[in-house]
């Protein structure tokens, strides 16, 4: 069984940190790509970050450039989201994803696993 877990979503202020964590599990192998997408209330599911299996593509929305750093430890079949300078609009639930396919503007649609999502909340 196919199983994504995220965890190290919190309270931050403005400003502040986090780092977000997915454990994948279930895969018959490390060669999928995996990202990661919000939602914040109201609003649809966006995709934010995505990297390929050896790491060879990486795409960030733009909203997010500069901020956000994914990275993969196949080893540990877990992928990580760094973010920095995090905003109140950055605030949502934040989803890790699996795909088949490639990593690159466009791609997201494809993503077909998910996890259960942890929520992540800017605010002073």
């Known amino acids: 069984q196919r199983q994504l877990v995220e965890s190290g979503g919190g309270l931050v202020q403005p400003g502040g940190s986090l780092r977000l964590s997915c454990a994948a599990s279930?895969?018959?192998?490390?060669?999928?790509?995996l990202g990661w997408f919000r939602q914040a209330p109201g609003k649809e599911r966006e995709g934010v970050s995505c990297?390929?299996?050896?790491?060879?593509?990486?795409n960030y929305v733009d909203s997010v450039k500069g901020r956000f750093t994914i990275s993969r430890d196949n080893a540990k079949n877990t992928v990580y989201l760094q973010i920095n300078g995090l905003k109140p609009e950055d605030t949502a639930t934040y989803y890790c994803?699996?795909?088949?396919?490639?990593?690159?503007?466009?791609?997201?649609?494809?993503?077909?696993?998910w996890g259960q999502g942890t929520q992540v909340t800017v605010s002073s």
């Open positions: 994803a699996a795909s088949s396919f490639g990593c690159r503007t466009g791609y997201y649609r494809f993503f077909n696993y």
């Open positions: 279930g895969f018959a192998s490390p060669s999928y790509t």
């Open positions: 990297i390929t299996s050896n790491a060879d593509s990486i």
